[in-house]
């Protein structure tokens, strides 16, 4: 079975731009987070969806945005990239909306020039 | 305010020796707390995850010790391998709230052979 895979794996973007990264997540998963993770750093919440509805926001500004399709794969969107948007960007998926048991994929790494 | 702290930052263990990592959290609502454990690239694993109704969870060569009144869990890696080199993080949610993690910082754990 495939596991939560994410595209793409990387992205270069330059300040100011828009990137839309995209997560499918495990088959039969109903529930996507997407997290920030920062080298060095833990990962951070930024969102969760389920049923193609937000169930949760981190603090996160409004620049950033996701949503979730009909076949519960997930695109999180950040408008007017900062420098500080260089990270790995994560996405898990589990079962349901209380399903704690969560899988990540290996993440899309972003880097802003 | 970082809901959860982690100690130390980094480790180093012969072969064969035990590893032991710390973390305490802010918020006595937490519920259920994860450890994952991620490779250079990769996205984090979940390794074992323990719930407040018990203070120890074993799993193989992986331990959970689980204070509640202290606040504070940690993870022994009993007869660590050079296989077991890796970031480690805990993290804690609220179990109705799902894959919605705070993450700890991180131990990168380096076993020496």
């Known amino acids: 079975d495939a596991g939560v895979t994410q595209s793409p794996t990387h992205l270069i973007k330059t300040r100011g731009q828009q990137v839309t990264l995209r997560c499918s997540p495990i088959?039969?998963?109903?529930?996507v987070s997407w997290y920030q993770q920062v080298l060095g750093q833990g990962p951070q919440f930024i969102f969760q969806?389920?049923?193609?509805?937000?169930?949760g926001r981190g603090n996160f500004p409004d620049r950033f945005s996701a949503r979730q399709f009909p076949n519960y794969s997930s695109e999180l969107n950040v408008n007017a990239l900062l420098l500080g948007d260089s990270a790995l960007y994560l996405c898990?998926?589990?079962?349901?909306?209380?399903?704690?048991?969560?899988?990540f994929g290996q993440g899309t790494r972003l880097t802003v020039v | 305010q970082q809901q959860v702290k982690q100690s130390p930052q980094s480790l180093i263990v012969q072969k064969g020796g035990i590893s032991i990592i710390n973390c305490a959290y802010e918020?006595?609502?937490?519920?259920?707390f994860p450890w994952y454990q991620q490779f250079p690239g990769k996205g984090p694993a979940l390794l074992i995850a323990?719930?407040?109704?018990?203070s120890e969870k074993k799993e193989g060569r992986f331990t959970i010790s689980f204070n509640k009144s202290a606040k504070q869990f940690s993870l022994h890696i009993m007869d660590s391998q050079p296989g077991d080199s890796a970031t480690y993080f805990c993290?804690?949610?609220?179990?109705?709230?799902?894959?919605?993690?705070?993450f700890g910082t991180g131990t990168s754990l380096t076993v020496i052979p």
């Open positions: 969806y389920y049923e193609k509805e937000e169930r």
């Open positions: 088959s039969g998963h109903k529930s």
């Open positions: 918020n006595t609502a937490f519920d259920y």
């Open positions: 323990i719930r407040p109704d018990v």
């Open positions: 993290a804690a949610s609220f179990s109705n709230t799902g894959n919605q993690f705070y």
């Open positions: 898990a998926s589990s079962l349901d909306v209380f399903g704690t048991e969560a899988f």
